[in-house]
């Protein structure tokens, strides 16, 4: 989680660069659809409610995934 963290950090600081926040948004979000399983579910959560829209679409389509199987 506190790698996540960290992430999280990054994409929020307005001082980061656009192209880094940019790229943790997309790796992110390319984990969250190709390898759900490597998350937890309270990480998933948690993704669920970042700012970035693309985020928490990709961790909203895997908790409701959770809640059906």
Do not use: C, Y
Not at 6 to 12: C, F, G, K, S, Y
């Amino acid at each position: 989680m506190s790698a996540l963290e960290a992430l999280h950090a990054i994409v929020t600081d307005e001082d980061s660069p656009q192209i880094i926040r940019d790229h943790i948004v997309d790796s992110l979000q390319f984990a969250l659809r190709n390898q759900p399983g490597f998350f937890t579910t309270k990480e998933v959560q948690w993704l669920a409610q970042w700012d970035d829209t693309r985020i928490p679409i990709a961790a909203t389509k895997i908790l409701n995934e959770m809640k059906t199987t």
